[in-house]
């Protein structure tokens, strides 16, 4: 019994002593991690009231003070020229060539002999029939004489009549023949290029050249879409074309579609143009530019200060900053709504007051609640190449 005792008072005391050597382990790792966590945690300390001690960081720009104006609502489409006098000038009947007076491209008077078609047989047979004429006519005058003296019939002078007058149509349809043959300018006007030679022979509806005159005179024919179709005839609309037209004419409305077209939901427009420029030519596509009137409190900026994302167009508003920053203003991130852009500088008609600062050239480099150093204010009226060029210089600057 008391052997048993024994070993059972060793067991415990074993076990007792192999739990305290377990607790002292564990108090050991948790002042360990103690230590290692309070020495982290003075560095990090360290790190950030270093990283306190530097100043915000800040971004330098240009600016422009915001101001409203009017901006012209312009349509901008293409037209085509075409002439005010045109044909396709086409043989009547067949023949062969016998004479050609003129040259391909030049220009003709009106009632200029063009082409003349073979008519040897009809002149021959029109002066055969018309020597039958005159002798028809002769005996046509006896008839009626003997007529008056009782000598003939009322029979013989409507038979000699008749003849009379069967011989006068034929004169007639070979007179037309003959010019049918003869082919000739309808008005004054520019020949189309021809590879006609004498001596060869066309058949009937065969296209000799085409005329287009006008004496100066134009029209263009463009389109508006159904959202645009509201000019009227007797407005004016600008014509351009670049090497063709030296700044632009001014065209008038001189008819219109009475109905929108179904398959391109829009409106045809005819206008002229008067005094046209030697070299401008029918077939060719000019700009047109349509005026519907001015749009109030539109904002012009330079296109540095727009810029774009995801989410649409949008812009940096430079506010106040806090008195104790290290700069004077802070960007907000504005989002705007773009009416247009023309000539480096965007129209917005949206999202913007007047008098609100924006940056602009810089405006790449912002990003919202940033610090913002204004080292330069813009005007509206600045000259946009002025602006393209010293928004390239600060890119510039910047990728250096």
């Known amino acids: 019994m008391s052997s048993q005792y024994t070993n059972s008072n060793q067991t415990a005391l074993n076990k007792a002593g192999k739990a305290k050597r377990w607790l002292w382990l564990l108090l050991v790792c948790v002042l360990i991690f103690a230590v290692l966590a309070g020495l982290k945690f003075l560095q ?40 005010t006098q045109y044909v396709e000038l086409r043989t009547e009947v067949d023949g062969k060539i016998s004479e050609i007076n003129f040259k391909g491209g030049e220009a003709v008077e009106k009632d200029q002999l063009l082409i003349q078609l073979d008519s040897s047989e009809e002149r021959a047979q029109l002066r055969a029939t018309r020597a039958q004429l005159k002798l028809a006519e002769l005996q046509l005058k006896r008839a009626s004489e003997l007529r008056n003296k009782n000598l003939a019939s009322k ?52 296209l000799i050249t085409e005329l287009s005159g006008g004496a100066g005179q134009f029209w263009v024919d463009f389109d508006l879409p159904q959202d645009k179709a509201t000019l009227s005839v007797g407005e004016s609309v600008a014509v351009s074309a670049r090497n063709l037209i030296t700044g632009s004419l001014n065209a008038k409305i001189v008819s219109a579609e009475s109905r929108i077209d179904a398959s391109s939901r829009s409106r045809g427009y005819r206008a002229l143009i008067v005094e046209a420029p030697a070299n401008l030519r029918p077939g060719a596509v000019v700009d047109i530019e349509a005026n519907f009137g001015a749009i109030d409190g539109v904002f012009r900026l330079p296109a540095s200060a727009v810029r774009r994302s995801n989410f649409g167009a949008f812009v940096y508003v430079l506010d ?44 790449f480099k912002l990003e919202d609640g940033l610090l913002v150093n204004i080292v330069e204010r813009m005007r509206e009226k600045d000259n946009v190449e002025d602006v393209n060029t010293k928004d390239q210089a600060a890119v510039n600057e910047m990728a250096q």
């Open 320 to 363: 106040p900053a806090e008195a104790d920053a290290a700069a004077k203003h802070r960007a907000v991130r504005k989002q705007v709504s773009v009416r247009g852009a023309e000539g480096g500088e965007v129209f917005i008609d949206g999202g913007l007051q007047a008098g609100e600062v924006v940056a602009a050239i810089g405006a």
């Open 155 to 206: 029979n013989d002078v409507d038979i000699a009549k008749a003849d009379k007058d069967v011989l006068f149509a034929n004169v007639a349809a070979l007179v037309a023949t003959i010019n049918k043959k003869t082919l000739k300018a309808p008005f004054a006007a520019d020949t189309g290029v021809h590879n006609l030679q004498v001596g060869q022979y066309l058949n009937a509806n065969s």
């Open 44 to 83: 990090v300390s360290k790190a950030i009231a270093f990283a306190n001690s530097f100043p915000e960081r800040s971004e330098s720009v240009t600016a422009i003070t915001t101001s409203a104006s009017s901006l012209p609502e312009i349509f901008r489409t293409i037209g085509e020229v075409q002439a």
